[in-house]
């Protein structure tokens, strides 16, 4: 079954990604620091969040300073995916979006004892690109 996957471009105090997969009637949602990669060597940290309504997946705009979040919300990538694995410390899943293509993990870190640090992993498929440099779509300044 293919289900919906967002990438925010979220300029907030610090410009990050915020990576989303439909799963189980929610948005779950990871903040990738230094955005996803194409380049399987490229392991990027993905900090679980809160989960969120499947309809801020539509998101784009500005949250309003005062609130959490507040900045800048582009939607830099978009597309389906279809979940090939999942367990307590791993996902495995094919994304089929403009930008993010083929198969990425989501592995659950060791270390900290909150749980809620991951790494966002391109697997070495087709699709793989050694060397890809992620591209933001604008230069907002945060509130």
Not at 7 to 24: K, T
């Amino acid at each position: 079954m293919e289900l919906c996957f967002v990438v925010h471009e979220h300029h907030a105090s610090r410009l990050h990604f915020d990576f989303r997969l439909e799963m189980e009637g929610v948005s779950r949602s990871w903040a990738v620091p230094k955005g996803p990669s194409m380049d399987p060597s490229e392991k990027r940290l993905a900090v679980e969040v809160e989960d969120h309504p499947l309809e801020y997946m539509d998101f784009e705009g500005t949250i309003p300073e005062g609130e959490y979040g507040a900045g800048r919300v582009l939607i830099w990538d978009r597309g389906t995916y279809r979940l090939l694995e999942e367990g307590r410390d791993k996902i495995l899943f094919a994304l089929e979006g403009e930008k993010l293509r083929g198969t990425f993990s989501l592995v659950r870190m060791k270390r900290g004892k909150s749980g809620k640090d991951w790494l966002l992993i391109k697997q070495n498929d087709e699709h793989a690109h050694k060397g890809w440099k992620l591209e933001p779509l604008g230069t907002v300044e945060p509130l």
